[in-house]
């Protein structure tokens, strides 16, 4: 059974190395924790922070999970993140809106995240590209969720932006 997200949001964190000093917040669902006091949580919540980029997450993710590989839901919403790192293959939501994204290409480093069917990007620069939904959903065709929307593949006729 796994539990709440670990909650490190509204941290004013500059980094995520930055987590490691901070306690997790508790929310209604209390976090458990194993007999090595890691969370037993598959959920992430790193969001309202000024974290620039993903350097130390892997070791951060270790220091709170007690399965950091099986991390499926991470928040990164309303930070400063410039770009795309790619991150973990068993994530199914990532949330990446309000940041500072501007490089459309950087989706395609998520292709490797074949579980991926939640992601959020609006607020962010890149959605101002002519074509941006399209590129996402072709970069990722496992979506079916982008920006809190739902599509189907039934629905959908790739214009590439860059013709």
């Known amino acids: 059974m796994y539990g709440p997200p670990v909650d490190l949001s509204f941290n004013n964190m500059l980094c995520v190395a930055g987590a490691l000093s901070e ?20 959920s992430l919540r790193l969001s309202n922070n000024k974290i620039t980029n993903l350097e130390g997450l892997q070791s951060m993710l270790s220091h709170f ?43 395609d480093k998520l292709v490797e995240l074949q579980h991926l069917h939640t992601i959020t990007l609006h607020g962010n620069a890149i959605e101002n590209y002519k074509g941006y939904r399209s ?5 990722l065709p496992q979506l079916k969720r982008i920006d809190f929307c739902a599509w189907s593949a039934r629905m959908f006729t790739y214009v590439s932006p860059f013709t």
């Not at 590129?135 to 970069?139: M, T």
């Open 135 to 139: 590129h996402v959903i072709s970069a």
């Open 23 to 42: 306690v997790p917040r508790s929310g209604l669902r209390p976090l458990s924790m194993n007999a090595n006091k890691k969370y037993l949580s598959r």
């Open 65 to 107: 999970l007690a399965q950091p590989s099986k991390l499926s839901w991470l928040d990164l919403s309303f930070n400063k993140l410039t770009c795309i790192d790619p991150v973990l293959c068993e994530l199914r939501v990532l949330y990446l809106h309000g940041n500072r994204i501007w490089n459309l290409s950087g989706v």
